[in-house]
C-alpha cells in the first residue's frame, strides 16, 4: 500500500529533526523516515570520549537551547543524544523509526520514495542522510597485506580494547586528533597526518568555526574574494583533552607512510613501524545512494545543488552535508538557517 505526503524527510538524526522543526513551524505536511531504531543519529555510534566543539548553548537546533551538561563545558555524544530524543519529543516531530529508504523515483509529478515498509508518494524530498555510513578508507598500497586489525573512526569505541598494543591512528583532523589523544598513554601510539597538524587557536571553538563558515558564503554569494573559510583557520580544534596531551607531549605526529606491510607500515626512507591495529581517521563521503535513481550524482559524489535545492531536481533538498550545502551544516548550530531555507522553499513549491 502506498502512503501520502506532502514532504518525506529521509534521515532523523540533527538535519532532519531541523527540517521537521521549519515544516511544522509552516503547517506542511510530512514525515521523517529514519533507518535508526531510537533517537540520536550517528550520535548515538561515536567513541566513548567524545567531545563537542563549542558549549551546549552554541550547539543547539532551532527553537530549543541545549541544557548544559553539569561538569562538562564541552558537552559528550550522550548529553547530545538526549538533547536530541526531547526535541523529538517536544515539538511532536513525526518520526517512523526504523524505515530503511532504498530508493527515491520520479513519478509524474511526485517522488515515489521506496521503503522496507511500504513506499510513499510525496511532492518534495528532503535528504538528510548524513555521512556516518559511508566512511572513506583511502586506497594506500598494501592495505589488504596488512595482518592486523584495521578499523574506521565509526568503529572506535575506546582505548581499553587496545590496552598495551601497537597501534597507528592515521588522519589530521579533528577525529584523528581526539582519538590519538584517547589512546596516548594506554597504547604505543604512532599518529600519522598528510601535513603536520594545524591547530586552531586555544579560545577558538566551534562559535567561531560557524561565523567563519557563514563569512566564507557571504563572500562567496556577493563575489568577493574566498576568505577560507574554517581550513584557514586549522584543521585540529583544542579541546580541553587534546589541548592537553599536546602540551603534554603525547601527540606526535609523522608523515603519511606509503604503503602497508602484512605487520605495519613503511615510509618512503624504507622506515618501518610495527603495528597491531591501524585505525583509519579520513573522513566520510554523503551518503546518497537512495538517490542514485535519480541520475543527479557529479563530481566527488555531491549533487549539484543552489543553496540546498537540487539543480536538476527542484523536489529534492539536500541537507546537513557540509558547505556545500549551507555553511556549517554538518553542525548542530549551522543546520538550522538551511533548514529553514529549505522548508520556505519547500512551502512556495506546494503552493
Not at 596488512?146 to 575506546?158: A, C, D, E, I, K
Amino acid at each position: 500500500m502506498t502512503q501520502r505526503t506532502d514532504v518525506v524527510v529521509v534521515g532523523g538524526g540533527q538535519s532532519g529533526l531541523a527540517a521537521g522543526y521549519h515544516l511544522r513551524r509552516l503547517g506542511v505536511e510530512h514525515v521523517i523516515l529514519d533507518a535508526q531504531a531510537a533517537p540520536g543519529g550517528a550520535w548515538q555510534h561515536t567513541w566513548d570520549s567524545l567531545r563537542l566543539f563549542s558549549p551546549a548553548p552554541y550547539s543547539s537546533l532551532p527553537g530549543r537551547l541545549m541544557p548544559p551538561q553539569p561538569g562538562e563545558p564541552y558537552p559528550d555524544a550522550g548529553h547530545v543524544v538526549s538533547y536530541l530524543a526531547d526535541y523529538e519529543k517536544r515539538y511532536g516531530l513525526p518520526v517512523h523509526r526504523g524505515v530503511w529508504v532504498s530508493a527515491v523515483h520520479r513519478d509524474g509529478a511526485f517522488l515515489r520514495v521506496e521503503t522496507d515498509g511500504g513506499d510513499w508518494q510525496t511532492r518534495a524530498v528532503v535528504s538528510a542522510t548524513g555521512t556516518w555510513t559511508r566512511p572513506f578508507l583511502p586506497a594506500v598500497p598494501g592495505r589488504r597485506n596488512f595482518t592486523g586489525r584495521q578499523l574506521h573512526t565509526v568503529q572506535y569505541r575506546s582505548p581499553a580494547e587496545f590496552a598495551g598494543q601497537r597501534v597507528i591512528v592515521v588522519g589530521g583532523g579533528n577525529s584523528g586528533a581526539q582519538i590519538a589523544t584517547d589512546l596516548a598513554g594506554t597504547a604505543e601510539l604512532t599518529w600519522v597526518t598528510q601535513r603536520p597538524p594545524r591547530y586552531l587557536a586555544d579560545d577558538i571553538d566551534g562559535r567561531a568555526l560557524f561565523d567563519a563558515a557563514t563569512a566564507r558564503r557571504r563572500a562567496l554569494d556577493d563575489g568577493r574574494s574566498d576568505s577560507g573559510g574554517v581550513a584557514s583557520l586549522g584543521d585540529i580544534v583544542a579541546v580541553p583533552p587534546v589541548r592537553a596531551a599536546r602540551d603534554a607531549g603525547l601527540l606526535h605526529a609523522k608523515p603519511m607512510f606509503t604503503r602497508l606491510t602484512a605487520t605495519g607500515v613503511e615510509w618512503a626512507d624504507g622506515a618501518r613501524a610495527e603495528a597491531d591495529a591501524v585505525i583509519w581517521c579520513t573522513g566520510f563521503r554523503p551518503a546518497l545512494a537512495p538517490f542514485a535513481a535519480l541520475r543527479l550524482r557529479g563530481t566527488r559524489g555531491h549533487i549539484a545543488a543552489d543553496g540546498t535545492r537540487a539543480v536538476d531536481e527542484p523536489r529534492l533538498h539536500l541537507l546537513g552535508y557540509g558547505d556545500w550545502t549551507g555553511p556549517a551544516s554538518a553542525t548542530l548550530i549551522g543546520v538550522g538557517r538551511p533548514a529553514r531555507d529549505a522548508a520556505r522553499d519547500i512551502a512556495s513549491l506546494l503552493r
